[in-house]
């Protein structure tokens, strides 16, 4: 069975400071990682996926996630973050069929 | 990516009643899904829509209370049959790229606007 752990609910940060969004994976071979965004009253949006390769991934908005095999950790990052990157972020995995398991999700809030 | 069209965006539906929703993407796709988000909660996929077959559902999920078409390769229906208020939630029509190998898990799956649904 698959699974994804997002250990945080929420995560305060300034803007401009650098944000950090932690995802961690149990799987049985090699992950396919996703990252996901849910803005207010809206569906979501794919941010950036790690299938292979370099382990440090770019995606949309300016967001970068590392894969850590050792951790089995996929954590989203932003060197600075802005007001508008406020919203819901969830993990998933995919492995294995075709099934995209989420986390539980994490609300980033980005204050002035 | 596919640009995906859910209809309706909202409603508000009356217990004992059925809703279906629909789902219109601009490009044929073999993969669609249907998940659902139960109010501040996580994703979980109802079922897979399969283009001319039965559709594939998870557990706890049945297609008495979930029917799902898939007539063509653009379009699915999820209806929400006998609703109660426990089953107001957004509902999420989904696809796969298609762009990459067919049912390769690294392929990255796409999510329309959701239908959010209210059953008083």
């Known amino acids: 069975a698959q699974s994804v752990a997002q250990p945080e609910d929420q995560v305060n940060v300034a803007e401009g400071n650098p944000l950090t969004v932690k995802c961690t994976y149990s799987?049985?071979?090699?992950?396919?990682l996703f990252w996901y965004v849910q803005y207010p009253n809206r569906g979501l949006q794919f941010l950036l996926k790690?299938?292979?390769?370099?382990?440090l991934v770019k995606g949309s908005y300016g967001f970068e996630a590392e894969f850590n095999k050792s951790q089995t950790s996929f954590h989203l990052k932003k060197p600075s973050a802005l007001v508008s990157d406020s919203a819901l972020y969830f993990c998933?995995?995919?492995?294995?069929?075709?099934?995209?398991?989420f986390g539980t999700g994490t609300q980033l809030k980005v204050e002035l | 990516s596919a640009v995906i069209s859910q209809k309706p965006s909202r409603d508000i539906c009356q217990r004992g009643t059925s809703l279906t929703i629909q789902c219109q993407v601009d490009?044929?796709?073999?993969?669609m899904f249907w998940y659902r988000q139960q109010p501040g909660q996580s994703l979980t996929l109802i079922a897979t829509?399969?283009?001319?077959?039965?559709?594939?559902?998870e557990s706890g999920f049945v297609i008495d209370k979930f029917p799902i078409s898939r007539p063509n390769l653009t379009f699915s229906t999820l209806t929400v049959s006998n609703m109660s208020p426990e089953d107001s939630s957004i509902y999420l029509c989904?696809?796969?790229?298609?762009?990459?190998?067919?049912?390769?898990?690294?392929?990255?799956?796409?999510f329309g606007e959701g239908s959010w649904l209210t059953v008083v």
């Open positions: 989904s696809v796969e790229e298609s762009v990459g190998l067919r049912g390769f898990s690294g392929n990255t799956i796409y």
């Open positions: 799987v049985s071979g090699n992950p396919y």
């Open positions: 790690y299938i292979t390769g370099d382990n």
């Open positions: 998933a995995v995919r492995r294995g069929g075709n099934k995209l398991t």
């Open positions: 490009s044929q796709v073999t993969m």
């Open positions: 829509a399969n283009q001319g077959s039965e559709a594939t559902y």
